[in-house]
T-cell receptor, first 114, second 119 residues
Framework: AQSVTQPDIHITVSEGASLELRCNYS??????LFWYVQSPGQGLQLLLK??????LVQGIKGFEAEFKRSQSSFNLRKPSVHWSDAAEYFC????????????FGKGTSLLVTP | EPEVTQTPSHQVTQMGQEVILRCVPI?????FYWYRQILGQKVEFLVS????????KSEIFDDQFSVERPDGSNFTLKIRSTKLEDSAMYFC?????????????????FGPGTRLTVL
């Protein structure tokens, strides 16, 4: 069965520091991969997605993610974090040969300190 | 920018009562979804809906749950007899479709959620 793992439940970074949130997937074929962000009181907003092609994808708000097949990973990165980036981040996968339901990881809560 | 809206934002109900959660998907989208997130757990898929019928459902979506598109804009999730374990955040999402195949596009747009508390 497909699964998405986010190993870090909480991450704390200083404002201006770089950020990397980890995501690993478990599936035989390459899935479609997504990162969503949820700010307090808000819905899940799509940051970026990977379907095929260039393994480094750019998203909104200065985020990027790199797909690494050898590591079954799709880590989210940002070179310089802003206080407004504090939120919950979810990695998700989609496998079109098993329906169109997104399969989410448990999420990583990001805290940004001054 | 078009967005998915959900009402109410919070719902408190007594165990055994029926609740209806409402969603207004993005207007030209044809695929609709419900997900839920129990506190401290991951977001889980419940059901997808297309062309006035359920397209796919998870094992969570048992006979206590039903979905409906009562008019051209709303999409609802009904829980007939709520249990304590139904307490969760419920998210609605919608997606566009490919004009040639009618399959949903791969990006789902989510609403802000309804927090359901069953006492």
């Amino acid at each position: 069965a497909q699964s998405v793992t986010q190993p870090d439940i909480h991450i704390t970074v200083s404002e201006g520091a770089s950020l990397e949130l980890r995501c690993n997937y478990s599936y035989g074929a390459t899935p479609y991969l997504f990162w969503y962000v949820q700010s307090p009181g808000q819905g899940l907003q799509l940051l970026l997605k990977y379907f095929s092609g260039d393994t480094l994808v750019q998203g909104i708000k200065g985020f990027e993610a790199e797909f690494k097949r050898s590591q079954s990973s799709f880590n989210l990165r940002k070179p310089s974090v802003h206080w407004s980036d504090a939120a919950e981040y979810f990695c998700a996968s989609l496998h079109s040969n098993s329906g169109y339901a997104l399969n989410f990881g448990k999420g990583t809560s990001l805290l940004v300190t001054p | 920018e078009p967005e998915v809206t959900q009402t109410p934002s919070h719902q408190v109900t007594q165990m055994g009562q029926e609740v209806i959660l409402r969603c207004v998907p993005i207007s030209n989208h044809l695929y609709f979804y419900w997900y839920r997130q129990i506190l401290g757990q991951k977001v889980e898929f419940l059901v997808s809906f297309y062309n006035n019928e359920i397209s796919e459902k998870s094992e969570i979506f048992d006979d206590q749950f039903s979905v409906e598109r009562p008019d051209g804009s709303n999409f609802t999730l009904k829980i007939r007899s709520t249990k304590l374990e139904d307490s969760a955040m419920y998210f609605c999402a919608s997606s566009d479709t490919y004009s040639t195949s009618g399959a949903p596009t791969d990006t789902q747009y989510f609403g802000p959620g309804t927090r359901l508390t069953v006492l």
